[in-house]
């Protein structure tokens, strides 16, 4: 089964940046898309960005220009560069694998919590 770790979250200032890490273990298939969703308290949880295998990339209308996701397939890590942060951007980051190439595979990490203040 498919582990997802993430690591770098924590609190800034409106205006800074943060770099998020997540790290899979358990992959099986060649052909996927990892991602970054966050979710705040009383919220939906959203899309932020992903990224396929090849490197297409899409992001939340609220984060581009601001945020660069990228991956690394040898290490099997994925990043989110945050920067220009602003307080509506706090939120729990979720890392997340998708796979359609045989069925669907679904697998989400634990989260990390992403505080920007005024």
């Known amino acids: 089964q498919v582990q997802l770790v993430e690591s770098g979250g924590g609190l800034v200032q409106a205006g800074g940046s943060l770099r998020l890490s997540c790290a899979a273990s358990?992959?099986?298939?060649?052909?996927?898309?990892m991602g970054w969703y966050r979710q705040a308290p009383g919220k939906q949880r959203e899309l932020v960005a992903d990224?396929?295998?090849?490197?297409?990339?899409n992001y939340a209308d609220s984060v581009k220009g601001r945020f660069t996701i990228s991956r690394d397939n040898a290490k099997n890590m994925v990043f989110l560069q945050m920067n220009s942060l602003k307080p509506e951007d706090t939120a729990v980051y979720y890392c997340?694998?998708?796979?359609?190439?045989?069925?669907?595979?679904?697998?989400w990490g634990q989260g990390t919590q992403v505080t920007v203040s005024s």
């Open positions: 997340r694998y998708t796979s359609t190439s045989y069925g669907t595979s679904d697998y």
């Open positions: 990224i396929s295998n090849g490197g297409s990339t």
């Open positions: 358990g992959t099986r298939f060649r052909i996927n898309v």
